[in-house]
């Protein structure tokens, strides 16, 4: 993705230098210029993240939250200042009935619906033999139900240009946690979900992919180590990190960029695929990670 104008200290045609920063050639058209999304889970981390990147491609975008609403307010202005339209909405995914009548103001305020990213998860972190089924019923009506009920309902706008459609997962999906059995098996229905959707959507020209981020620097990070596993958070990122081919953690603005990718022209030929954004810590073979997980590097600073 290019940007335009002069790098810092470069000197324009006229002959004057142009002081870092000003940017004197043409400017950039937004990649996602004039596009509509709806972003569940959207009042922090990783839905946040999306939102103000997309927000900053071009997207005017609506907004769901369960619970947080002074957070959620505070996305809206953000996006506001970035010039775009943003309009948030109170649903409770546990409740997949009232995923169509969301949809459905959505379409009604903004004419369109081009991309849906399905962002929201939650779950009762505890094992599987300790989970009761109301935790299964919730963790599955929040990330597996109230998947399809959005993409019915989004469908009937999304004909007729090239629609996106981005499923957050996650490494529970593919490698088992401690406390995160319900969950690992919602985020693992999703991705078998996007396949069948990117099959049956790709000749509408509508693209399926799910992200599959590892540990990123979050809140919810922070308290599944401390609180789910009993660690210290700033020892468990420096082993992490040291484990972590690109030494350093992910942030939700990495996934942000690969969602906003995704969501462009760009993307169109892929689809039905779960992307994992890990900084490859899972290429890793186990054998090779026992010395650095055991003994961090001396003097290394977490990233």
């Not at 499923?167 to 969950?183: E, F, K, P, R, V």
């Not at 350093?248 to 169109?268: K, Q």
Request: proline share 6%.
């Amino acid at each position: 993705m290019r940007w335009g104008g002069l790098g810092a200290g470069t000197r324009p045609a006229g002959g004057r230098r142009s002081p870092p920063g000003l940017r004197t050639g043409p400017a950039r058209v937004p990649s996602l210029a004039g596009r509509v999304a709806l972003v569940t889970g959207g009042s922090r981390g990783v839905g946040r993240a999306v939102i103000l990147r997309l927000a900053a491609e071009g997207t005017d975008v609506a907004l769901t939250y369960r619970r947080e609403a002074a957070r959620a307010a505070e996305v809206v202005g953000a996006v506001e200042a970035l010039g775009r339209r943003a309009l948030a909405l109170l649903l409770d995914l546990r409740r997949p009935e009232d995923v169509a009548p969301a949809v459905a103001q959505v379409a009604e305020r903004y004419g369109r619906i081009d991309i849906v990213v399905a962002n929201a998860a939650a779950t009762a972190f505890r094992p599987l033999t300790e989970t009761r089924d109301r935790h299964v019923t919730q963790t599955f009506a929040i990330s597996v139900k109230a998947l399809l009920e959005l993409v019915r309902a989004a469908l009937p706008s999304m004909r007729g240009r090239p629609g996106r459609i981005v499923a957050i997962s996650g490494i529970d999906s593919l490698q088992a946690m401690a406390g995160h059995g319900t969950l690992g098996a919602a985020k693992a229905a999703v991705e078998a979900l996007v396949r069948s959707l990117a099959l049956e959507l790709g000749p509408e020209g509508i693209t399926v992919n799910a992200v599959s981020p590892g540990f990123l620097r979050t809140e919810g990070s922070r308290f599944y180590v401390e609180r789910g596993l009993g660690l210290d958070y700033a020892a468990t990122v420096a082993r992490l990190v040291a484990a972590t081919p690109r030494r350093r953690l992910g942030t939700p603005e990495d996934v942000a960029a690969l969602v906003a990718w995704l969501c462009g022209d760009e993307a169109d030929f892929l689809t039905g695929q779960t992307l994992v954004l890990d900084g490859g810590l899972t290429i890793r073979s186990p054998l090779d990670l026992v010395g650095e997980l055991r003994d961090p590097p001396s003097g290394h600073t977490p990233g």
